[in-house]
């Protein structure tokens, strides 16, 4: 240790980022830029003109509007409380007293992404009780098995970014019981995980069809297509209406959580993992 | 019974003020008989110790001597296989951690960083149902007491390593607990820091009488600190005496050893409990080893040196060390040893100097089995 020739003031600086810079980068990068672009907004600038302003005012009018956008909200509410009911206890037990699965739990939490939705649907199918066939519960809870390893994978980089037992033991040494420690320790510093869990989830569920499609529900995108049927303006206006208010909900979430965190020192919302700024001295 | 007198005492200390307890308040601790073992590792082997009120004992010893495992017990993150911990007299074995009334200060950082250092102090408090404002007040005056009052709004991120270490043992006294366990603060600091702060966990806890085990690898902090030291190995409690105690008068050669600088010398055992080494004859001090080769263990003040030609050593090194300087002294028989000698009588004591070093005559050494080198 150097420490005898420490002469610098207690609070240590992050070292500031190495950055490589290339010759012509900067050309590069507008350049890949603008091609995404042109990738992305060519074909909404496309529907747009498709669908011309005026399908707009009367998509909200149209029949089965109100009645699949609520379903396909509830459906995200129910989706994401289970969810994280779920998945945020069962985590952090596994960080905590059984390390050695996590691996395990990252081998099964894998599985609903590489099983087709087909197949997970037709089997939910037959082996449904029948008190939930024709819910919104029966099609909630095969959501939660879609959004499980989104919210396993955001909970499991948030934990790992929080020295997880020595502040569940601080906050037992201070008095506090399991469910004060989960409450006002882990859950406010799960913050910006637990948004982007929700984040996942809720898009899934915005944006899912096969499963609802096969299982004869409305949902939003269902009735998207089952009207472009009928109207093909409507359709496109009401798919272009759902991507922008997903898009503004998502934002939201997004700043509401970096804003929090860059507060307290944690990571920006992301989409697949949690960064957390290390500002640890010495 | 317990939570009770715990409210009792918390309501106490915020009427009174912090720093006015004096010394006598403390919590008597025993440790009894505490064995546990992780798998084929015997962590703790038998640990027994007596703790008196307000009284700091340091528990040191190597990495994996058990000192941690001892800590945790008390502390009730870990659960004994056998004995018990008595708290003023009570066996707490069966009290869950939360409810055993005890300041923890960690190793590494433990603050909640989604809190502020206020928020941190008064977390205890909350959980005691204490109201917003005298647990503000509080948690203030603790901040105060560790002087980070200005910091009071800030996250731990913005706060340096020993910041966040001081707000962590203002939380951890803002509960007035009945016992202080402190794993370590210090060893993620640098020199300078952990200097001072050692000094003020020193103040502090005699401020408040607190009844505190402290656990350290480092034997500097651990002398410096302790009202009592308690050398372990292998699960077991070599020797707990005073510090000096435990410098002059050490109950084993291990505490020897660990203890301070000890010079190594071999020598052969002679009948009647004697030794000799160096040519000289002195009294064995404590438990004979049944080995015949030995090694005698001094310290470097214990050896006597005198500038001669052709003696059994030659000077490699000179070290001022303030009042003294500590001469390194290569013997015949590729044998190191470093003798203290007043710093004003060791001019002559130059690299390449003959030497005469010998046991000084009549003073009982510990001897250990040879150690092959």
């Known amino acids: ?144 098995v879609l959004a499980m390893p989104f919210t396993y994978r955001a909970l499991d980089a948030g934990l790992r970014a929080l020295d997880l037992k020595t502040i569940v033991e601080a906050s037992n040494s201070l008095g506090a019981g399991w469910l004060s420690t989960l409450w006002r320790v882990l859950l406010p510093n799960l913050r910006t995980a637990l948004l982007s869990a929700t984040v996942l989830s809720v898009a899934l569920v915005l944006g899912e069809f096969t499963m609802a499609s096969l299982d004869l529900y409305q949902t939003f995108p269902v009735w998207i297509y089952v009207n472009s049927q009928t109207s093909g303006q409507v359709s496109v206006a009401a798919s272009l209406l759902a991507l922008f208010v997903t898009w503004i909900f998502l934002l939201g979430i997004t700043v509401l959580g970096t804003r929090q965190s860059r507060k307290t020192g944690g990571g920006a919302v992301t989409l697949f993992t949690v960064a957390r700024t290390e500002t640890r001295g010495d | 019974m317990t939570a009770n007198t715990a409210r009792e005492r918390d309501a106490a200390g915020i009427a009174a003020g912090t720093g006015q307890a004096g010394p006598g308040r403390g919590t008597s601790v025993r440790l009894q008989d505490l064995t546990r073992s992780f798998g084929a590792t015997r962590a703790l082997d038998g640990l027994s110790i007596e703790m008196a009120p307000g009284e700091l004992v ?52 433990s603050l909640f960083p989604n809190m502020t250092a206020l928020d941190n102090v008064a977390f205890g408090l909350r959980m005691r149902k204490i109201g917003a404002s005298q647990r503000r007040q509080r948690a203030g005056d603790l901040l105060d007491m560790v002087g980070l009052a200005p910091q009071a709004g800030q996250y731990p991120h913005q706060l340096s390593g020993g910041q966040q270490q001081r707000v962590a043992l203002a939380r951890a006294l803002a509960i007035e607990p009945r016992v202080l366990l402190l794993d370590e603060p210090l060893s993620a600091l640098d020199a300078k820091v952990r200097l001072q702060l050692r000094e003020q966990i020193r103040t502090l806890q005699q401020r408040l009488g607190t009844t505190t085990l402290f656990v350290t690898h480092d034997q500097e902090e651990a002398l410096s600190m302790a009202d009592r030291v308690g050398v372990m190995s292998h699960g077991r409690l070599e020797q707990i005496a005073a510090p000096d105690e435990l410098y002059t008068n050490p109950a084993t050669a291990f505490v020897a050893e660990f ?44 050896l006597t040196m005198e500038v001669v030609e052709n003696g059994n050593g030659i000077v490699t090194t000179r070290t001022f060390l303030g009042s003294v300087t500590r001469v390194g002294v290569q013997l015949s028989g590729d044998v190191a040893v470093q003798v203290d000698r007043p710093s004003a009588e060791s001019a002559a004591l130059g690299p390449g100097a003959s030497v005469s070093v010998s046991l000084t005559a009549g003073q009982p050494v510990h001897v250990a089995p040879r150690q092959v080198s």
């Not at chain 1, 992050?14 to 042109?38: C, D, K, Q, S």
């Not at chain 1, 005012?57 to 509410?77: C, D, Q």
């Not at chain 1, 081998?107 to 089997?123: A, K, N, R, S």
């Not at chain 2, 002679?270 to 263990?297: C, F, H, K, N, Y």
Request: aromatic letters at 6%; hydrophobic letters at 50%; glycine letters at 10%.
């Open chain 2, 259 to 302: 203890v301070g600088v000890m010079n190594r010398i071999p020598g052969e055992l002679q009948p009647g409990g004697q030794v000799t080494a160096l040519g000289s004859t002195v009294p064995i001090r404590g438990q004979r080893p049944d080995e015949a080769a030995v090694d005698v263990l001094v310290r470097p003040e214990g």
């Open chain 1, 1 to 144: 240790m150097a420490a005898v020739t420490q002469t610098a003031p207690e609070r240590i600086a992050p070292p500031p980022r190495p950055r490589i810079v290339f010759r012509g980068a900067t050309a590069w990068r507008w350049t890949i830029l603008i091609v995404a672009a042109v990738y992305f907004l060519l074909p909404l600038w496309a529907a747009l003109r498709f669908a011309g302003i005026s399908a707009f005012g009367s998509v909200i009018s149209e029949p089965g509007f109100t009645s699949s956008l609520a379903l396909s909200v509830r459906l995200a509410v129910i989706t994401t409380l289970v969810t994280i009911a779920l998945m945020l206890p069962t985590t952090v037990y596994v960080h905590l007293r059984l390390p050695r699965l996590r691996r395990l739990m990252e081998g099964i939490t894998i599985l609903p992404i590489v099983i087709p939705p087909v197949v997970l649907i037709v089997g939910v199918l037959a082996i449904a009780p029948g008190f939930l066939k024709g819910t919104s519960w029966l099609l909630a809870l095969a959501y939660v």
């Open chain 2, 58 to 109: 340091a528990l040191l010893g190597p990495s994996g001597c058990g000192k941690t495992t001892a800590l945790r017990i008390v502390a009730g993150f870990e659960i004994a296989d056998t004995g018990s911990v008595l708290v003023d007299g009570k066996d707490v074995s069966s009290v869950p951690a939360a409810k055993r009334d005890m300041g923890m200060v960690f190793q590494s950082y």
